[in-house]
């Protein structure tokens, strides 16, 4: 099994920032060079939306387009995490977050699928106040 686990979470006032981090562990994981990756989030009453996601095959790394010039993924293959730099974050943007990995091998557009993804963590609670 895989198991992925979010932190970094928390309060922060609107312009703010937060970085989180996602660590991957289990007896059957690998490291994070043989899945696709990407953060979710699902705010209050609305559902789970993608955020962001790394593409293998392409080496590109895709945005959603609100959090585009604001928000930045990045991972340590050697420590398997993966990190989700946020700043100016917006009241809006006050959501659960949560990290995904995939063993499949995806279409640019199959990132922003959940129903692609194999192993989720348990998710991390941000709050963004006005």
């Known amino acids: 099994q895989v198991q992925l686990v979010e932190s970094g979470g928390g309060l922060v006032q609107a312009g703010g920032s937060l970085t989180l981090s996602c660590a991957a562990s289990g007896r059957t994981f690998s490291n994070f060079n043989s899945y696709e990756l990407a953060w979710f989030r699902q705010a209050p009453g609305k559902e789970r939306e993608f955020v962001v996601g790394r593409h293998l095959s392409s080496s590109k790394t895709v945005y959603t387009d609100s959090v585009k010039d604001r928000f930045s993924m990045s991972w340590d293959n050697a420590n398997d995490m993966m990190f989700l730099q946020m700043n100016n974050l917006k009241p809006e943007e006050t959501a659960i977050y949560y990290c995904?990995?995939?063993?499949?091998?995806?279409?640019?557009?199959?990132?922003?699928?959940?129903?692609?993804?194999?192993?989720w963590g348990q998710g991390t609670q941000v709050t963004v106040s006005s």
């Open positions: 995904a990995a995939s063993t499949r091998r995806l279409e640019l557009s199959g990132l922003r699928s959940q129903s692609e993804f194999d192993y």
